[in-house]
């Protein structure tokens, strides 16, 4: 199973280092503070990533199901079709 565990501290950098870039360019503009938009989106991330895991999962179970059906069939490939699938009709971006 494909499977990223990002840390929170990894995933707050990434947000801080977004949000700055972002700023910096004049892309966005923060009322409070900064931290507190920083946090949002690496709760954001997150929240993301966690979702593209839970459809991972789905995908692989599917494809578990399937799988006498679809012998001959690269089971990567299967479980990546099943979860691209999911994420459209669940209007995910992945």
């Known amino acids: 199973m494909f499977c990223v ?7 707050q950098r990434v947000a801080t280092t977004l949000v700055s870039a972002l700023v910096k360019k004049n892309l966005i503009r923060h009322k409070g503070e ?6 949002k989106v ?4 997150l929240g993301n990533f966690r979702q593209e895991e839970e459809l ?4 692989e179970q599917v494809a578990a199901q399937h ?3 679809m012998q001959g069939v690269d ?8 979860k691209q699938k999911l ?3 669940r209007g995910i971006v992945l």
């Open 56 to 59: 991972e999962q789905e995908a």
């Open 87 to 89: 994420a459209r009709e």
């Open 5 to 11: 565990r990002y840390t929170k501290t990894y995933l």
């Open 42 to 45: 690496a709760a954001a991330l």
């Open 75 to 82: 089971q990567r490939k299967m479980v990546s079709l099943i």
């Open 67 to 69: 799988a006498r059906e």
């Open 34 to 39: 900064v931290t507190t938009v920083e946090e």
